[in-house]
């Protein structure tokens, strides 16, 4: 059942109900990834994308999904109001959530709120 799971078609399923004009998705995965990897990408998914329509008043949002062959890359970005350390706290429970389950994965989670928010995060293949 487990190896069932279909990342792309799970994440085509989280963006269905986004109310933004512009949604642009780009997968470039193997069909073989590991289940700890697609619940990971898929929960932060999720969780970004109920930020942006919390938080970010964007009018567009890009999902990169990728495969490179030493690791695995999500990258989600839009173009809302973005984020000013000054103004508020990037510890949100959504945020710190997304980097504990990369971290357990011995991946790498960036955020970057200049001109709208990103989270870009890459997990190596072979986890130590």
């Known amino acids: 059942h487990d190896d069932a ?11 269905t109900d986004i109310k933004i004009e512009n949604v642009e998705f780009e997968y470039d995965m193997s069909e073989i990834i590991p289940n700890n990897i697609k619940y ?3 929960a932060i998914t999720k969780e ?7 938080h970010s008043n964007a009018t567009s949002v890009k ?8 690791l695995y890359q999500l ?3 839009d173009d809302g109001k973005g984020y000013n350390p000054e103004e508020g706290d990037t510890t949100g429970i959504g945020l710190k959530n997304m980097q504990e389950r990369v971290q357990m994965l011995g991946g790498t989670f960036q955020i970057r709120g200049d001109n ?3 989270i870009f995060i890459t997990i ?3 986890q130590d």
Request: aromatic letters at 6%.
């Open 5 to 15: 799971v279909n990342l792309q078609e799970t994440i085509k399923g989280i963006i």
């Open 40 to 42: 990971c990408f898929a």
């Open 48 to 54: 970004a994308i109920a930020n942006i329509i919390k």
């Open 63 to 70: 999902i990169t999904l990728r495969e490179h062959p030493a």
């Open 75 to 77: 990258c989600i970005e």
């Open 116 to 118: 709208g928010f990103r």
């Open 124 to 126: 190596p293949k072979k």
